[in-house]
Structure formats: structure tokens, C-alpha cells
């Protein structure tokens, strides 16, 4: 009977590698989870733990967000989804981080997972903009006396020659394809990489004729670019009507979600690259930047969750336009705004006795 080995073919690699005197920034695979837990420190250990319980912090705050939305808001079935839609990406994607920190080798599946809950909830917030403002045809409507300026984030701000077009539902169309198709094609993209992966035809960071990995993100960050330039037309087309509903903090939360993920995770990579920090055992340079990242997201999503139920947790009634019947001319945004904010907080027993007064 052969003598019971509790370490894993990584591990052996490893002992063989540290031998031939290799750098273990590069030449370790990602451990299995038995070996990543073993080969941690207590303080690192303790942090996993804890970061384990913020997710469970931030599921709970959700929870009472979600309670208060399918209870108190007095508006359609799909104002609420959308709401819910965008308010699960910070839940959503601390329950990814956890996953991928407690099994490291699923790295490129959560990845992918990230992503694409990324470029779902911004398709989103577009869908939520024209629920506030009451559909494409009432954006149109009050919004003509605005321009939809070629000159933005983040595709062309620095372009000053950019021109500038009416607000037609033509144009408003196109601004939501070139956000939609950004929510269409990278299910697709995470797909094939997935595949390739399986392959061993993917690995992340490895720029190679060979590999799929750099076909893949320039498709992917073209895609992804231009859903995000179509949506900053079309907020700042909304932005200043919409400005009671506290459309821009909603806003600046979910770019602090790209921010956070996107950005902060090419940062620790880059780290890496320079074994910063430093590799242990059978933990490469890489994987301990890549849990470090982890544990930081999964707190930073918990502080924007928070933030996220103050501007949420609000009462709404009808969010839309008031478009007068009497003339064609764009009503004034801001007492428009102030006479829908002043119904949202209004009984709805009340509204019904000033429509009935009125008659």
C-alpha cells in the first residue's frame, strides 16, 4: 500500500522548480484551494475569513434594499427590475470575488462572470434613465432644446472639433444599440474564451501569436469602450432633468464599479509584473496580488452598497416627464422636476383627490 501524500502536483513542481532555481513569479501555476490555504499566513487566513462575512454584510444590505423597492415603490414592475438589476451588481460581484479568492484556479471563469455583469448593469441604467424620463418618445419630446454632443468619455472628450446633433429618436436609437451591443457581444466573447481556456489556448496576460488572449480583449475593450461612450451621451443628455432623482451620484456609482474592478485589477497586475509582492512558496507574485485585489474589492463593494441604499432607499411614485398637452414647447426642467418630486413623496389617496378637485 503506497504511503498517503497529502500534497498535490503543484507542490511537488514547485520543490523541483525552487531546485533549478526558477522565478516563481513565473513559473508556478495557480494553486489548487488545499494548497493556496495551506501556504497562507494567519494574518492572510484571518482577512479571508473576514471578507467571507462582508459578503455576507453586503447580501444583507442588499436584502433591505430589494424589501423597500418591491414594497414602497408606487411604480411599475419595471422600474423595479431595472432598480434591482443595477443594485445586484455590488452583491453580484462580491459573491464572484469570493469565489474566485477561496478557488483560485477559477480566476479566468469569474473574470469573464465580472464582466459581464458589468456590461449587463449598464445597459441597465440606460433601460432605468428612460424609465425615469418615461420612454425614448418623452426623452425626445422635452429634451429637443438639448444637443447629444459627440464630445465625451471616453472615446472622445479631448476631440474639441466633435459636432453636435438634435435630440431625434433616431439619434437617441443608435446611442442605445451602441450600448447595447456591448451587453450582446461579450457573453459571446466570454464564451470562446472560455473554450480556448479549456483548450489551454487562454491565458490571461500572455501576449502571443498563439494565445487568444489579445484577440479577445481588443474585441472585448472596443466593445466595452463604446457601450460606455454611449452612455455618457445619453446621461449627459438626462442628467440635468433628471438631477431631483439624483441621477448623477447613481451614476458616479457605477463608474466607481468599473473603476474599482477594471482599473484597480490592472494596477495590482501590474504590481505582479514586478514581484510586488514578493512570492511565497508555492504562491507566485501574481496570485498573492490577485488575493490582495480580492479582499480589497469585496470591502470597497460593501462602502458602495452602503452608499447605494442612500440614494435608493427613497420613495417613487410616476418617474416620468410631465408633457403638457397644450403646447410643444420643452416645459421648464426644473419646476417640471420639483412638481414630480413633490408627487413622489404625495399619498397616493391625495393625487387621486386633486385630480378629482380639478375636474
Known amino acids: 500500500m503506497k504511503g498517503s501524500n497529502s500534497s498535490s ?20 501555476p495557480v494553486p489548487l484551494s488545499q494548497d493556496f490555504f495551506q501556504s497562507l499566513m494567519v494574518g492572510e487566513k484571518v482577512m479571508v475569513v473576514v471578507s467571507c462575512l462582508v459578503v455576507l454584510a453586503t447580501l444583507a444590505v442588499f436584502v433591505d434594499v430589494a424589501v423597500y423597492v418591491v414594497r414602497h415603490y408606487s411604480t411599475s414592475n419595471d422600474h423595479k427590475a431595472k432598480t434591482l438589476q443595477i443594485l445586484s ?9 469570493m469565489f474566485s479568492l477561496l478557488i483560485p484556479k477559477s480566476c479566468v471563469l469569474c473574470e469573464q462572470a465580472t464582466f459581464l455583469y458589468i456590461s449587463a448593469s449598464i445597459y441597465s441604467f440606460v433601460s432605468l ?6 420612454g425614448k418618445d418623452k426623452v425626445v419630446q422635452c429634451l429637443t432644446a438639448n444637443k447629444i454632443r459627440l464630445q465625451s468619455p471616453p472615446c472622445c472628450c479631448c476631440c474639441c472639433c466633435c459636432p453636435s446633433y438634435e435630440v431625434t429618436r433616431e439619434n437617441v436609437q443608435r446611442l442605445t444599440l451602441l450600448v447595447a451591443q456591448n451587453a450582446y457581444l461579450q457573453p459571446l466573447l466570454a464564451f470562446v474564451s472560455l473554450a480556448l481556456w ?15 488572449y489579445p484577440y479577445i480583449l481588443i474585441l472585448s ?4 469602450l463604446f457601450g460606455l461612450y454611449g452612455l455618457f451621451m445619453l446621461f449627459e443628455l438626462c442628467k440635468e432633468a433628471l438631477k431631483p432623482l439624483f441621477i448623477a451620484p447613481k451614476f458616479f456609482l457605477i463608474q466607481f464599479v468599473i473603476i474599482l474592478t477594471l482599473l484597480q485589477g490592472s494596477i495590482f497586475g501590474t504590481f505582479s509584473k514586478y514581484n510586488m509582492p514578493t512570492c511565497r512558496g508555492i504562491l507566485s507574485s501574481a496570485v498573492r496580488g490577485r488575493t490582495y ?8 463593494f460593501l462602502l458602495l452598497m452602503i452608499i447605494s441604499r442612500y440614494f435608493y432607499r427613497r420613495p417613487q411614485n410616476n418617474v416620468n416627464f410631465e408633457i ?17 418630486m413633490d408627487k413622489m413623496e404625495q399619498p397616493e389617496a391625495e ?3 386633486g385630480v378629482e378637485s380639478k375636474n
Open 293 to 300: 485585489y480580492l479582499i480589497a474589492l469585496i470591502i470597497q
Open 198 to 212: 479549456l483548450d489551454d489556448k487562454f491565458t490571461i496576460g500572455k501576449i502571443d501569436a498563439s494565445n487568444g
Open 221 to 224: 475593450q472596443t466593445s466595452f
Open 89 to 97: 451588481i455590488f452583491p453580484g460581484i462580491s459573491l464572484i470575488a
Open 9 to 28: 502536483p503543484d507542490l511537488q513542481n514547485h520543490s523541483m522548480n525552487q531546485t533549478a532555481g526558477d522565478n516563481c513569479s513565473d513559473s508556478m
Open 129 to 134: 434613465l428612460f424609465v425615469y424620463t418615461g
Open 351 to 353: 393625487k387621486d383627490l
Open 324 to 340: 403638457s398637452a397644450e403646447s410643444d414647447e420643452m416645459p421648464n426642467h426644473d419646476s417640471s422636476m420639483h412638481k414630480l
